[in-house]
T-cell receptor, first 115, second 119 residues
Framework: AQKVTQAQTEISVVEKEDVTLDCVYETRDTTYYLFWYKQPPSGELVFLIRRNSFDEQNEISGRYSWNFQKSTSSFNFTITASQVVDSAVYFC????????????FGRGTSLIVHP | GAGVSQSPSNKVTEKGKDVELRCDPI?????LYWYRQRLGQGLEFLIYFQGNSAPDKSGLPSDRFSAERTGESVSTLTIQRTQQEDSAVYLC?????????????????FGPGTRLTVL
């Protein structure tokens, strides 16, 4: 069985603050993929990143960065210098061959960035 | 290029009625997925299609739910005798292929969803 836990239900910050969204996953598969999606108020999920289990390098894309740690089964997402447009629900997801590659999603973290 | 579209965007229905939700995937995408998102919850996988074949229907919540797909295009999700617990946003996604032969081809593109409210 596979599981994704996003313990933070809602985070509220003021613009320009840094914020980290936590994601912890469980799987018995040794090959798996981790994802982050953004769901703005319009409702359409937007793909942000995919990382496979063999690549533990951290990644930075503009103000976004991801920290993948297999030792703690975590794939955390940090937004630096947050902006109001970052307000959205963020989902972490896991997909494995054992799960037929169908992503298992966490419950999401609602990020509210105040001006 | 058009993305994934879904219709209607909102649907309000009375308990016991049947509803049909439609998804138009990105042209050329062979894989299509249906998810349900209840208020404050994550995405719950319902069913996927590879072409017009649905290899695994075990994610459908009950026999009131069914889905079909015409060729590699439009898919419809039908809910019969709707119940209040069916109220949710139903999201559709498509990808170039199914599986992770090439992760770049497997990336799912989501539609805006259909918000279903059962009174």
């Amino acid at each position: 069985a596979q599981k994704v836990t996003q313990a933070q239900t809602e985070i509220s910050v003021v613009e320009k603050e840094d914020v980290t969204l936590d994601c912890v996953y469980e799987t018995r598969d040794t090959t798996y993929y981790l994802f982050w999606y953004k769901q703005p108020p319009s409702g359409e999920l937007v793909f942000l990143i995919r990382r496979n289990s063999f690549d533990e390098q951290n990644e930075i894309s503009g103000r976004y960065s991801w920290n993948f740690q297999k030792s703690t089964s975590s794939f955390n997402f940090t937004i630096t210098a947050s902006q109001v447009v970052d307000s959205a629900v963020y989902f972490c997801a896991l997909s494995t061959i054992g799960g037929s590659y169908i992503p298992t999603f966490g419950r999401g973290t609602s990020l509210i960035v105040h001006p | 290029g058009a993305g994934v579209s879904q219709s209607p965007s909102n649907k309000v229905t009375e308990k016991g009625k049947d509803v049909e939700l439609r998804c138009d995937p990105i042209s050329g995408h062979t894989a299509l997925y249906w998810y349900r998102q209840r208020l404050g919850q994550g995405l719950e996988f319902l069913i996927y299609f590879q072409g017009n074949s649905a290899p695994d229907k075990s994610g459908l919540p009950s026999d009131r739910f069914s889905a079909e797909r015409t060729g590699e295009s439009v898919s419809t999700l039908t809910i019969q005798r709707t119940q209040q617990e069916d109220s949710a946003v139903y999201l559709c996604a498509s990808s170039l292929v199914w599986g992770l032969a090439d992760p770049l081809e497997n990336e799912q593109f989501f539609g805006p969803g259909t918000r279903l409210t059962v009174l």
